[in-house]
């Protein structure tokens, strides 16, 4: 089981990871392959939330 600090530290990952996916979506040319990545890292770390 994760910690309430490690699982705090997720939640702040996947937040830093939203604000970076809207800022690449609202790009005039959205880099494609750097969204692809972001969402890949968003599962991943909601993935191992969803363990907690």
């Known amino acids: 089981m994760l910690s309430s600090s490690h699982a705090d530290a997720l939640h702040s990952k996947h937040a830093?990871?939203?604000?970076r996916l809207r800022e690449e979506m609202n790009r005039p040319a959205p880099n494609v392959e750097a969204i692809k990545r972001i969402k890949v890292q968003k599962l991943r770390i909601k993935e191992e939330l969803n363990q907690i």
């Open 16 to 19: 830093g990871l939203e604000a």
